[in-house]
């Protein structure tokens, strides 16, 4: 016979489930408690970044950087590429098929002041602009946008390939 207790935490008006199993004899009860939530939510909290540029300087430059990608990725294509493979780009999206490969995904965040990246190899990341060097990078690697592409498309047309990053720095 199975037990199940529902259990809410009031700081977090989240429902944490707990369930007991339970294995029942005329005289006692045994409980096996279910292993904590808490060693299942072990991930660090997302590192939030706070980025100095204003929203015209964010959106200039990461449509800079989302044209770019866009040229460099037709011209890939058509030297590299099947005719199957496509790159589309359209209010604010940019969509890379690979067919067998998957597709990426790249767009810009304007509340975060990012740009977000789905990979069909290393899944999704958030770059943050860093007005140091110019570039686009994940906090959690410190690799940058144009580094990951470069390395993930390279190795599914199986050539090495170099996107170049066009961005200027913020006025």
Excluded at 31 to 52: E, F, G, H, I, K
Aim: with cysteine; net charge negative; charged share 25%.
């Amino acid at each position: 016979m199975f037990c199940s207790v529902l259990r809410v935490s009031p700081r977090l008006f989240l429902p944490l489930y707990k369930t007991q199993y339970c294995w029942r004899n005329a005289k006692h009860v045994i409980s096996y408690p279910r292993p904590s939530l808490a060693r299942y939510m072990a991930t660090p909290p997302p590192q939030v970044n706070t980025s100095s540029l204003s929203m015209e300087e964010y959106h200039k430059l990461s449509d800079e950087v989302l044209d770019s990608l866009l040229e460099d990725l037709e011209q890939l294509l058509e030297e590299h590429g099947l005719p199957s493979y496509e790159v589309e780009y359209s209010s604010g999206v940019l969509t890379l098929n690979l067919e067998e490969y998957g597709t990426y995904v790249i767009n810009k965040q304007p509340p975060n002041k990012q740009i977000w990246l789905s990979s069909p190899f290393s899944g999704p990341k958030r770059y943050d602009y860093t007005e140091s060097d110019g570039s686009w990078r994940y906090s959690r690697d410190d690799k940058t946008l144009y580094d990951l592409l470069n390395e993930e498309i390279g190795r599914a047309l199986n050539t090495p390939i170099h996107l170049s990053l066009s961005s200027s720095k913020p006025s």
